[in-house]
């Protein structure tokens, strides 16, 4: 395994690197804080969701940090995890799998949870791993959250009939049971985990099913520059509470499956200006590369700027961001201010982009974002 390269600082990697391709920047400080965190503040099992950010290094920081548990929605994700890391448990969190898949991670890496929200997907997993060693989690449908940006509920989870029924059905084939749901992405509302929760409950008394866990899914969100939200410790109180309502036994094993909350925060990006027209920058990076989630949901980014040479301080000024490539939808959306005399040549510091960012790149003509460098503490 390759030495990741350490810098001081994100202007250092700017100074000795003099990039002409983007760089992403782990700020493993940051990304210890925010497991320390999670593992203080969540009453449970927290699983690290991969496919939020599945870069090597990223995977091996969150290791060291603690992180031992993984929500994976595909067969690569688990064999990533497994083969690096064979200490660590993954969970088959995606509700639809092909068969293949599901006979693979049982066989070949031991996975032993598996999320169905249909009774054709429990029939699947049933015909595919004959020996019952395994726990089937029935994923739960939750009602939209105006605060949440991403509502899953729309593609996955089932209503409580169904649940119960899916419930008995795998309880009377032998398996160990549990329950989840997912409140949707970058969540702002703490009380949505309760909802949640008082949900998985009449499940519960309706199955007479008695579950091995209870997982809460993910959603926690990151502070985003146009993002206010509500600290962790708010989210994880909800939770407390919502959870010892329920009265289950202390065997029971409550899981969280965080992504976003974990990363955001984690990484930053170093993108070089390629050529200035008045209020517009064109970036070697854009919205094919480490910036669709910007396109895609709004969400805004903290930019600024890193000189290629000592200059006198400017007046600040509004400008527009372009991506690389020649397709005319690669724009950022807003303007973003940064001193007036930014130029080519220049880098731009993106803050907040360890979330859906390499997770989500092309190689869209030729552009590919891969480096990743750390800053030290």
Not at 158 to 186: I, K, M, P
Request: aromatic share 8%; charged share 20%.
């Amino acid at each position: 395994m390759t030495e990741q390269r350490k810098f001081a600082s994100v202007e250092a990697v700017a100074a000795e690197l003099a990039p002409s391709y983007p760089v992403y920047c782990l700020h493993g400080a940051r990304l210890r804080a925010t497991v320390r965190d999670f593992l203080t503040l969540f009453p449970g099992r927290v699983l690290y969701a991969v496919k939020c950010n599945p870069h090597p290094q990223v995977l091996r920081a969150l290791v060291a940090a603690g992180i031992a548990d993984f929500d994976t929605a595909s067969l690569p994700e688990i064999a990533q995890v497994a083969e690096t890391f064979p200490e660590a448990r993954a969970y088959f969190m995606h509700p639809v799998k092909n068969r293949a898949a599901i006979k693979m991670a049982h066989l070949a890496y031991r996975v032993r949870h598996y999320v169905v929200d249909h009774a054709a997907e429990l029939d699947k997993v049933l015909s595919e791993i004959p020996d019952r060693n395994l726990c089937v989690v029935v994923r739960l449908k939750t009602a939209p959250d105006a605060a949440t940006v991403y509502d899953l509920s729309s593609k996955f989870g089932c209503d409580l009939d169904e649940a119960v029924h899916l419930l008995r059905a795998a309880s009377n084939a032998g398996c160990d049971t549990g329950v989840a749901f997912h409140v949707g992405s970058q969540c702002g509302s703490p009380e949505a985990y309760r909802a949640g929760l008082m949900r998985v409950g009449e499940v519960l008394r309706a199955s007479g099913v008695a579950p091995t866990v209870i997982d809460v899914g993910g959603g926690f969100p990151a502070p985003y520059t146009n993002a206010s939200v509500p600290p962790l410790a708010a989210y994880m109180q909800v939770i407390r509470d919502a959870y010892a309502a329920l009265t289950l036994p202390a065997t029971v094993t409550l899981a969280c499956e965080p992504g976003r909350a974990l990363v955001a925060e984690a990484v930053s990006l170093v993108a070089q200006v390629l050529l200035r027209k008045g209020d517009r920058l064109y970036l070697n990076d854009g919205i094919y590369g480490s910036l669709a989630e910007m396109y895609q949901s709004r969400l805004r980014l903290p930019v600024r700027l890193i000189r290629k040479a000592p200059r006198a301080a400017a007046a600040i000024a509004e400008f527009r961001l372009f991506g690389p490539t020649c397709d005319s939808l690669d724009v950022i959306p807003g303007t973003f201010t940064l001193p007036g005399d930014v130029d080519e040549g220049d880098w731009l510091e993106v803050g907040m982009v360890g979330a859906y960012s390499n997770a989500l790149a092309s190689r869209f003509n030729g552009f590919y974002p891969e480096t990743m460098v750390e800053i030290g503490d």
